[in-house]
């Protein structure tokens, strides 16, 4: 067994073609779907009609705003930008007053109205205070607004707010769906391909070569399952340190428990794969049903969008046995919803069983028949 697994290791070595490929094709499709993972801005451009204004209580108060980014350009750039879609919307900002010029009618366009008009509703509410106060000198004003910033970060009271949505609410986070989904999906491509040579060689009759050697079957199986098993999640290892050290995407803090929990969903995949490799008898069927059911289950399982969304109880009932949803619940559940180990033990336990089962019955398939 020591032996197969020492060349195969000197084939990855000597062609990582394949392995490389897909691992960059994960990496690629995910920072493009997903993003870099930071919090993301959307950049809104505003005209000041007076240049006074991005100095002002306005401009500060824009500028530390965490949701949009505020680009003080010209008019004439503005309305370029809005016309032509690089921008949903933008402002036109005077001293007491704004005007919104909209793009694109969307959720956004109304979220950038309210921030600006929130801004100006604060400024009237300061100077309404500062008239009240009948502060009257530069430094009686500075008193007052530091008063009133420290009311603010020392309420009389606190009010709790829960979310209506309770705890069965979906929580969507684009990066971490497209990381998780292209990742699981690709993996199935390198695990199947890594058996592919198990077809070849018993079509070849280099195992029934092999029988006569010292080297017992249980061992070839043996030996296979577990290089395939590591390059699969050698793959996915390397995206996700590429993604936390890279681009900065800190898993929520659970960056090791992620990388230990997807271990069930890698072994399912093996024995998907060597259960294909049992029904199929030429490498050109293998070649036609791999990316049949590596799209097939990308799509069932939550992989390409959120199995949430998803209405048809056929598909529904065809996702429950398929290994893409439940590492996907392994996953969304570990970074994005914190769910302790407990909680997570039912798709675990799913995956692991499918694993066992679909390894029995490839490998019973394999001894039954001759490729």
Known sequence: ????????FRMFIRNPFVFVLFTGMSIGFALMVGGTGGASTIHVPVYAEDDSVKDSFIGEKLKTNEAY?????????????????????????????????????????????????????????QEQILEASNAESESEKEKVLEELEAAKNSPAFTIKTSSL???????????????????????????????????????????????????KKWEMYVANLIYSFFEGYLQVLIIFLVFRYWVGVDFNGRFAETLLLL?????????????????????????????????????????????EIVESKILLALSKINPVTYG?????????????????????????????????IGIHLMERRHV
């Open 1 to 8: 067994m020591i032996g197969i697994l020492l060349a195969k």
């Open 69 to 125: 980014s505020f680009n003080w350009i010209s008019e004439e750039e503005m309305k370029e930008q809005i016309s032509n879609g690089k921008a949903e919307a933008g402002a036109i900002l005077s001293e007491n007053d704004f005007q919104i010029i909209v793009g694109v009618d969307s959720a956004n366009a109304s979220m950038i109205e309210e921030t600006i008009r929130g801004a100006y509703v604060e400024k009237l509410r």
């Open 165 to 215: 949505g309770g705890s069965d609410t979906v929580v969507y986070d684009n990066t971490f769906h497209s990381l998780f989904g292209f990742t699981l999906f690709f993996v199935i491509y390198t695990i199947a391909y890594n058996l592919l040579p198990v077809l070849i060689e018993k079509k070849d009759g280099i195992w029934d070569r092999m029988i006569l050697s010292p080297v």
């Open 263 to 307: 271990m069930p969903y890698v072994f399912a995949i093996v024995a998907l794969s060597i259960f294909l490799t049992a029904v199929t008898k030429t490498v050109q069927q293998f070649n036609a049903v791999i990316p049949i059911v590596a799209v097939s289950m990308a799509m069932i399982g939550g992989a390409y969008w959120p199995i």
């Open 328 to 360: 996907m619940e392994v996953l969304n559940g570990t970074a994005v919803y914190g769910y302790p180990l407990e909680e997570l033990l039912y798709p675990i336990s799913i995956l692991l069983l499918m694993g066992v089962v679909l390894t029995g």
